[in-house]
């Protein structure tokens, strides 16, 4: 893609350990800077935003010591994880080499505690969170003022934070999906607490009353920037969270009356009819479109994580030459026909079951490869 997210420092993570020891908060080293120094400019309250992003498609700051988790840092990248544990397992990939790194167990649902990549995902998405907690306790206007930054970032940090608790809320959308009853913190849990356990009709409750409460406090789709969050996204979300409501609000032995199904239905409908109806997005003329190089120019994507060569990395995402995400579905005769802003190929690792090639119209199945 050719618009950058440039992540301009780095910033702590913070499941909030207690400790009776005093901490050395000073830097490691004379290049890095103190949170006083990082919070007293625009620029570093710019890159601690840019942050909550970046959590999302790079593996850290860069180089084995900035890795946010010490996982693999090309399996254990968000997207990477994701598409493992969401996509994978379902009836629309083949994946052809399930044997290492607990792929065939990942891919067939036969989910443990020790399994890589649903661990990997798992603290992906609390890594975000947590983030996400940290920034919001630290862009209250009485913090702003200490740092003596507030006038500098008052005509923005509105929407900085409505976009925050919509990246924690989407965070918690995701471990209400994949894992159903999860730990729960916020900005308002004081660090070294415990995350407070709770259902997944609960993380369900939650996220929606996010979403509804920042429902006009997030930036309109006429001003959208692309890789950041907008109204319209949210609006999508909540359709995406109401129409498995019955799965995400039932019970291990029933499901919700129909009464309540059919209101949540109505519900789903009526914000994906708010998203359809938005003037500033439409449907691509080639579907291709969604998936070259300069897609960030596409009118169908609403908030796509905005990923390139440049500043993105480890193996996990959309980045030209090695990014997981494009390559591993790929293949040499695929890549000499489309552009798809990357030369490296995976040899098909990844392929499309028919179940869903077949849902296209014969016109629009451009590949028949033997």
Sequence with gaps: MKKYLLILISIGLLFGFSSCETLDLDPESETSLTEKETLSTYDGYHGFFLKLYSSMTNP?????????????????????????????????????????????????????????????????????????????????????????????????????????????????????????????????????????????????????????????????ANKVVHGRANQV????????????????RSTSHDNLPDAQVVEYSKKALSYAKKVIDDQNFSLAPNYIENFLKDNNTCKEIIWGLAGDAIYSFGQGGTESGTGYILAYPTDQHMLESVDFGTTMSWGLNGVLRSTIVDKFDEEDQDFHLN
């Design 60 to 220: 850290g700051q860069g180089g084995a010591g900035g890795w946010d988790v010490f996982f693999d840092a090309g399996r254990s990248v968000y997207l990477r994880a994701l598409s493992w544990c969401q996509e994978c397992p379902t009836d629309e990939v083949v994946y052809r080499t399930a044997s290492g790194y607990g792929m065939r167990q990942t891919t067939s649902f036969d989910w443990d505690s020790g399994l890589e990549f649903p661990s990997y995902i798992y603290y992906r998405l609390y890594i975000t969170i947590s983030l996400c907690n940290d920034f919001l306790r630290k862009t209250e206007d009485d913090f702003l003022k200490s740092m003596g930054v507030y006038d500098e970032v008052k005509g923005e940090v509105g929407y900085w934070r409505a976009e925050a608790r919509f990246i924690r809320a989407y965070q918690y959308y995701l471990l209400c999906d994949l894992f159903g009853s999860v730990g729960w913190v916020d900005d308002s849990s004081p660090n070294g607490t415990y995350p407070v356990q709770k259902t997944r009709s609960e993380i369900f409750d939650y996220v929606e009353s996010e979403l509804i409460d920042i429902d006009n406090q997030l930036m309109p």
């Design 233 to 248: 996204a949210a609006w999508f979300l909540l359709s995406k969270l109401y129409i498995s409501a019955n799965v995400y």
